[in-house]
């Protein structure tokens, strides 16, 4: 069975800093994987999404994510944070493509200080 | 586009009362599901449908009824409200293979309270 571990709750982080917010996942199939973004109040929106090719996937804001097979891993980046990025970012994982059925991670809240 | 619609955004009922989700979307998707998000637990679905007249089980489907008459529609039903489906619940749509795209489109939620 597949399933998604977000390793941090909550992440703080200062304005400008870089940041990774880390996901882990275990198949033993190949997966396609996505990261989803939650701004207060709000229902989730796709930041970016590894189905295939490149390791490196590029998404709106900024935001980058590596796939690493090896590791099972694929973390979520951005070298530099702005205010406007305080949201709670979840990790997904699906065999298929038909992707109603996304297992989903905990999430993680990340916290921008001024 | 409206893109995915959900009434009512909060709602509170009594322990054994029914009441119905409603959510719509205007993208012709194949795809719709209903999530329920619980603090800490990310995101569980309850149901799902693959087209009108289809629909089956997620991962907590117990205490929820659903059905698919249309394309646009997809209503959830609680049959007698219990505190444990305090939650907010999540509509979401995806136009499947057909469409070229694997993203989901979410709703903007619905926070129920149960007493």
């Known amino acids: 069975a597949q399933s998604v571990t977000q390793l941090d709750s909550q992440v703080p982080v200062f304005e400008e800093a870089p940041v990774e917010l880390r996901c882990n996942y275990s198949s033993s199939v190949s997966v396609y994987l996505f990261w989803y973004v939650q701004y207060p109040n709000q229902g989730l929106q796709l930041l970016l999404k590894y189905l295939s090719g490149s390791t490196l996937v590029k998404g709106i804001n900024g935001f980058e994510a590596e796939f690493n097979k090896s590791q099972t891993s694929f973390h979520l980046r951005k070298p530099s944070v702005h205010i406007s990025d305080t949201a709670e970012y979840f990790c997904a994982v699906t065999l298929r493509r038909s992707n109603y059925q996304l297992i989903w991670g905990a999430g993680t809240k990340l916290i921008i200080k001024p | 586009n409206a893109g995915v619609t959900q009434t009512p955004k909060f709602q509170v009922l009594k322990t054994g009362q029914s009441m119905t989700l409603q959510c719509a979307q205007d993208m012709n998707h194949e795809y719709m599901s209903w999530y329920r998000q619980d603090p800490g637990m990310g995101l569980r679905l309850i149901h799902y449908s693959v087209g009108a007249g289809i629909t089956d089980q997620g991962e907590v489907p117990n205490g929820y009824n659903v059905s698919r008459s249309t394309t646009e529609d997809f209503p959830l039903r609680l049959l007698s409200a219990a505190p444990s489906q305090t939650s907010v619940y999540f509509c979401?749509?995806?136009?499947?293979?057909?469409?070229?795209?694997?993203?989901?489109?979410f709703g903007p939620g619905t926070r129920l309270t149960v007493l």
């Open positions: 979401a749509s995806n136009p499947g293979l057909a469409g070229g795209t694997d993203t989901q489109y």
